[in-house]
């Protein structure tokens, strides 16, 4: 069964530094998604990206974030400049076209840790 | 406020007992409400989800109910086991579908 798959698992960064978070959603999924959640929370919106554009983006998702799809199969989300408060786990989601699919499916997540 | 409200945050139920958790939405326009299990360390599952053109919906020990009216939607776990303990997210989507807001979690323990 497809999945969706996300580098690094786990990756540790100084304060200040830029991250880059990748994801590779299921190959004829249209949706991309990309949640955090912090130790012990609720799992956060960040961004939804459809036909190579943002089209949802929450308050948390400020001019520090910025996604991109550089090719056909990979998904990113880069943090310009690291905050502590950034650690959390990132989750990228996909999901297919159409009014009936709505379900999104969650990568294994990635471990930011900012030091 | 908040888009999703979801309660309780924690629930501790005997083995064979039923577990019901909350939550309530604020965008009328809403029409998917998803329910997700998540284990420690792992990512969220899909467990069960309603469309609101349906008012209940059943997949063996899991149900959700969806009062539109009320804007409240629960899972019901019936019969649960010690493997159900985790944390359950409800979530809804604040504009259109994909802008899904998540409940703040409920962890549910099922003690043998």
């Known amino acids: 069964e497809p999945e969706v798959t996300q580098t690094p698992s786990h990756q540790v960064t100084q304060m200040g530094q830029e991250v880059i978070l990748r994801c590779v959603p299921i190959?004829?999924?249209?949706?991309f998604y990309w949640y955090r959640q912090i130790l012990g929370q609720k799992v956060e919106f960040l961004v939804s990206?459809?036909?190579?554009?943002?089209?949802?983006k929450s308050e948390i998702f400020d001019d520090q974030f910025s996604v991109e799809r550089p090719d056909g199969s990979n998904f990113t989300l880069k943090i310009r400049s690291t905050k502590l408060e950034d650690s959390a786990m990132y989750f990228c989601?996909?999901?297919?076209?159409?009014?009936?699919?709505?379900?999104?499916?969650f990568g294994p997540g990635t471990r930011l840790t900012v030091l | 406020g908040e888009n999703v409200e979801q309660h309780p945050s924690t629930l501790s139920v005997q083995e064979g007992d039923s577990a019901v958790i909350k939550c309530t939405y604020s965008?009328?326009?809403?029409?998917?409400f998803p329910w997700y299990k998540q284990e420690l360390g792992k990512r969220p599952q899909l467990i069960i989800d309603?469309?609101?053109?349906?008012g209940e919906k059943k997949d063996q020990r899991i149900a959700v109910t969806l009062n539109k009216t009320a804007k409240h939607f629960s899972l019901h776990i019936t019969e649960t086991q010690p493997e159900d303990s985790a944390v359950y997210f409800c979530?809804?989507?604040?504009?259109?579908?994909?802008?899904?807001?998540f409940g703040a979690g409920t962890r549910l323990t099922v003690k043998p």
């Open positions: 309603i469309r609101s053109n349906v």
């Open positions: 989601a996909s999901r297919q076209q159409g009014y009936l699919t709505n379900e999104q499916f």
């Open positions: 965008d009328s326009a809403s029409n998917y």
């Open positions: 979530a809804a989507p604040l504009r259109g579908n994909n802008d899904m807001r």
């Open positions: 990206f459809y036909n190579n554009e943002i089209s949802e």
């Open positions: 190959s004829n999924h249209l949706y």
